[in-house]
């Protein structure tokens, strides 16, 4: 026979899990460190690449002073600023993720607790199913 | 007002029967849009403008997350541009990875965003995303926002480039990108509109957020109002006097379109029904669960505020004090819910779905 109960419990559940649960279940295989620092590592990454990118643009459009003036130019004050820029940058992008991935892995967090008091009332039900039977 | 309100009514019943297909054609229809202007703007390679190929691509976002969209919108730009000049699609790629690795990659909800404020910019209602944005998101939208309106004026450059001749020799080529280079760098129209859009989505976000009567539509005009404002003085600045006109008609729009979009709002949250799909020893279940609240009939709705919200409000303040033990759970407590869900709904529609599972 149907169960009304267990109908509406397995419907709300499987409706978080298909909609929004489906990141914060993801999510949920991660220690918060792991999870954090993985996503640090990606950003960090990832500004690395397009600070290259921006660089390799600014090469560009300046390459005909550069060509004209190759022997002249101060490496190493371009060289320190080059690296200073990259390094505030990093710091700025990696303390950001920092904390933009634990509020949100927090939130997460928050969000499956209501999904496994969900869980445990559907735990209950099968208990009772399978004492009657 | 009333027919308003019943025909609003009608509108979200219908859009919660009938979301499965409504949403799909929505989507087809933004993405023909999009894909449409992209082609009438920079349309170098007439293959991609055949119909077939539009209506293809534009299938395709339908069925599946904007993300899709806003990558094939993309792709669909470059190659146009690769068409007549391989250089600067080079370049418009190197920049589309720099926006994405620096900045959009943080707000992966808001990608459409980036699609939507070129496309808007080309129909002349830009001022509708900043507005729209101050209503349903958060301060963190600017990012994309301004995002997309570099990559407006990216391609506005890009526009005037390509008609220079272009030889495959070095020096052409750098002069070509030079002259990008500079006109975007220098580009102060660029910079005052990024400045005024994040104004406009500050302002309404602000004035939205506040606790009097009509937050909402206040919000509306006042973000409209900074933007017309702003860019008055922004084109007087520039002496581009001849596009003020343009602009207020294109402010006033953008202001009426929100407003309309704000009246749908409820409709337009994501709280459609939902088909999910289940089984357990026995059976398979694939159930469709209808939001209670909205099927109720209009004037029964507005019947019921007055005669159940004194009661309705002691109820639920007497279980909430008495339901220590949330894990209990009976059939009773369940049926109430519904009652207490149709409470919450008047006092404050948008969380009504949070506290489902009380």
Known sequence: MLNNRKIRLMTKLAAFETKDGKEDIRLSKYYKTDYVRYQVLKSGLSTTVGYLLILILAFLYKLEYIVKNAVSLDYKTIGSYILGIYILLITVYGLGSLAWFSFRYDASRKRLTRYNKLLKRMNKIYKEETTES | ?358
């Not at chain 2, 019943?13 to 933004?30: A, M, S, T």
């Not at chain 2, 301060?139 to 390509?162: D, E, H, N, R, W």
């Not at chain 2, 910079?191 to 406009?200: D, E, G, P, S």
């Open chain 2, 1 to 358: 007002m009333m027919p308003l309100l019943v025909f609003r009514e009608r509108v979200k019943n219908f859009y919660q029967r009938n979301d499965i297909y409504l949403v799909p054609i929505i989507k087809f229809i933004f993405a023909f849009i999009a894909f449409q202007v992209i082609n009438s703007e920079i349309g170098y390679d007439g293959r991609l403008k055949s119909f077939l190929v539009v209506f293809i691509m534009s299938l395709l976002s339908a069925f599946t997350p904007p993300a899709i969209m806003v990558l094939l919108a993309a792709g669909v730009a470059t190659l146009h541009v690769y068409f007549v000049s391989p250089i600067l699609s080079i370049l418009i790629i190197i920049i589309l990875l720099v926006l994405y690795l620096l900045f959009v990659r943080y707000t992966p909800r808001l990608g459409y965003v980036i699609l939507a404020i070129p496309i808007l910019y080309i129909l002349k209602i830009p001022y509708v995303i900043p507005i729209l944005l101050g209503i349903i998101s958060t301060p963190i939208a600017i990012i994309p926002m301004s995002c997309g309106v570099i990559l407006y004026f990216v391609f506005q450059v890009i526009k005037t480039a390509v008609t220079m001749q272009i030889n495959m020799t070095v020096d052409d080529i750098l002069q070509v990108y030079t002259y990008v280079v500079d006109n975007l760098i220098g580009n102060k129209q660029m910079i005052m509109t990024i400045v005024i859009f994040a104004l406009i989505l500050l302002v309404t976000y602000f004035v939205r957020r506040m606790s009097f009567d009509y937050a909402f539509e206040i919000s509306i005009a006042s973000g409209a109002l900074t933007g017309l404002l702003g860019f008055l003085v922004s084109y007087l600045i520039l002496g581009k006097s001849s596009q003020i006109f343009i602009m207020i008609l294109g402010i006033i729009a953008s202001g009426i379109i929100v407003f309309i979009v704000n009246f749908f709002k409820l409709t337009l949250d994501y709280s459609g029904v939902e088909h999910v799909q289940f089984e357990d020893d026995v059976y398979y279940y694939y159930v469709k669960a209808v939001p209670k609240v909205t099927v109720t009939t209009p004037q029964r709705n507005v019947k019921h505020i007055n005669v159940k919200y004194g009661d309705l409000g002691s109820q639920s303040l007497d279980s909430e004090w008495n339901d220590t033990d949330t894990d209990e759970y009976d059939e009773d407590e369940d049926t109430y819910q519904e009652d207490h869900r149709d409470y919450t709904y008047h006092r404050r529609p948008i969380d009504r779905n949070r506290d489902d599972d009380r």
